[in-house]
T-cell receptor, first 115, second 111 residues
Framework: QKEVEQNSGPLSVPEGAIASLNCTYS??????FFWYRQYSGKSPELIMF????GDKEDGRFTAQLNKASQYVSLLIRDSQPSDSATYLC???????????????FGKGTKLSVIP | DAGVTQSPTHLIKTRGQQVTLRCSPK?????VSWYQQALGQGPQFIFQ???????QRGNFPDRFSGHQFPNYSSELNVNALLLGDSALYLC??????????FGDGTRLSIL
């Protein structure tokens, strides 16, 4: 059973601070890692993906991956009230028999940015 | 450039009924995946379609079935609806092995 674990929160940070969201996964064969943002009542929106160990930066967002520790994180710099949402970590592993990928999601971490 | 579109937006059914949900992928995408998201949970993978075939299936009963058409659009069918089937049903499209993008979802309520 592939599992993805996230702290459900809520995580509260003041406006302008760095928000740090963490995720661990159980399947060592996992190859691709994604962060989705989901506003209340809306669908998930892809904000970052990372395939290789290390850091990947896109604007105020940085994704970090450590495959040895089976750990992936998302940093949000200069947090804004509009960043308040649930952040879903998703892990994709190859099912060689089916020749396709399957996304396994964590339950999400609720982030609240306080003005 | 239209994104992933799903219909209907909301649906109310009673136990035992059958339902069909529809999805049109983002232009250029050939792979469609379906997910079920219960309140307060992350999305759970139902199945994935590519080249009109079911390629991968999650831990869902046979009451859940699907189809992909030659234009890459897809349908999710659920038979013999149970109260526990109440959820947000999400369709995601992608090019094969590329990041998946979600539609706005169909909120299904079972009475």
């Amino acid at each position: 059973q592939k599992e993805v674990e996230q702290n459900s929160g809520p995580l509260s940070v003041p406006e302008g601070a760095i928000a740090s969201l963490n995720c661990t996964y159980s399947d060592r064969g996992s190859q691709s890692f994604f962060w989705y943002r989901q506003y209340s009542g809306k669908s998930p929106e892809l904000i970052m993906f990372i395939y290789s160990n290390g850091d990947k930066e896109d604007g105020r967002f940085t994704a970090q991956l450590n495959k040895a520790s089976q750990y992936v994180s998302l940093l949000i710099r200069d947090s804004q009230p509009s960043d308040s949402a649930t952040y879903l970590c998703a892990v994709e592993g190859m099912n060689s028999g089916a020749g396709s990928y399957q996304l396994t999601f964590g339950k999400g971490t609720k982030l609240s940015v306080i003005p | 450039d239209a994104g992933v579109t799903q219909s209907p937006t909301h649906l109310i059914k009673t136990r035992g009924q059958q339902v069909t949900l529809r999805c049109s992928p983002k232009s250029g995408h050939d792979t469609v995946s379906w997910y079920q998201q219960a309140l307060g949970q992350g999305p759970q993978f139902i199945f994935q379609y590519y080249e009109e075939e079911e390629r991968q299936r999650g831990n869902f009963p046979d009451r859940f079935s699907g189809h992909q058409f030659p234009n890459y659009s897809s349908e999710l069918n659920v038979n013999a609806l149970l109260l526990g089937d109440s959820a947000l049903y999400l369709c995601a499209s992608s090019l094969r092995y590329q990041p998946q993008h979600f539609g706005d979802g169909t909120r299904l309520s079972i009475l």
